[in-house]
């Protein structure tokens, strides 16, 4: 039998950290959504398993939820099985109570409930959210036979003092499924075995911000009674990227800008102007005053989609002289450029490194996380 696993879409979700692109980028979150259903017929997938908030609250309007339907009804070949999460519970307000739903979509209750489907010797069990924050008593074991078991669930696996849904080890041992298909945690994991079960979390297919950065997908694949074969399809209509450059050669704005293009280039690809950037610039130019950060952000939001910067460019520093103050700061130089002086190549540049985070430590300039 042939799945498709994704979750986690939250589609009119507010972005507000994209100004004004904010609006756009919504439909273009709902894109992928008509993107994943357009896998479906491609890939003759069967079963389409949505783990939970395909929208990010139950106050969908109906220029999203209705088009959400409509590519589901549009991908009539394949199943669509559906839990809501924590964002779209299934109460009164929910868009799966208030749209006429597509024939092809079977949306799980409050309770655990069961589906069979005999002509794909498939059954399906799953329990959607009532209330924004939920803990399941434990399900009955579904039956072991020739059917394949399929589970899906919007839940905190691993994650015991959690109020959305947390479950254990022994949940997954227990429950006789032969695959649970996870929702919840946005961040893609490997698909594993536990007991007899294989489960995974697809993450989500789109990022929604710089804390979901790199490639988004869902998985598509076979399972079947004697295993589970899933690969990673990407899907996400921009990719999210947070990146450091060193700026230390760079000799002026100009020079600056093509360090970064150039880098961006050669590393994503030909599309590289598609994504959203979170970039902050390191090292200490030679000439600091030649590299204006407004005329820089101006012309990388000339080329880019969406980019944001942190600067943190330093003027270069006599560190010899600095060495000889009778200061903890001096002291400090004077002993790291010891052990740079010592230092074979592959420990000279973490040195360097660690000694200019230092003298930001010294002026109040690092964060308690600092990478």
Known sequence: MKL????????????????????????????????????????????????????????????????????????????????????????????????????????????????????????????????????????????????????????DFGAGDSSYNPIGTSFVENCGADYLALGHIHKRTAVEKIGNTWLSYCGCPDGQGFDEAGEKGVYVGIINKDGCRLHFTPCSSRIHVVKKFDLSEAKNTEDAKKTILDALLFELGENYDRNLYKLTLVGTPENLGDINISELLAELKGKLYFVKIKNRLKQKLDLDLLSKEISLKGLFVNRMLEKIKSADDTDKKKLIDALYLGLDAFDGEVAYDED
């Open 4 to 155: 498709l696993h994704t979750a986690d879409l939250h589609i009119g979700a507010e972005l507000a950290y994209l100004d004004s692109l904010r609006e756009s980028r919504k439909y273009e979150v709902l894109e992928t959504f008509k993107n994943i259903c357009g896998l479906c017929v491609k890939e003759n997938v069967e079963f389409c398993l949505i783990s939970g908030d395909l929208f990010d609250s139950n106050a969908a309007a109906a220029e999203f939820a209705e088009p959400v339907f409509r590519y589901m009804r549009e991908a009539k070949n394949t199943n669509f099985l559906y839990v809501a999460g924590n964002h779209d519970p299934l109460d009164s307000s929910s868009p799966f109570k208030n749209f006429t739903l597509p024939e092809n979509l079977t949306v799980f209750g409050e309770e655990y409930e069961t589906v069979e489907f005999p002509e794909f010797k498939v059954r399906a069990t799953g329990r959607s959210f009532s209330h924004s924050s939920m803990s399941f008593c434990d399900m009955p074991k579904m039956p072991q036979d020739n059917f394949i078991n399929l589970l899906l669930l919007h839940a």
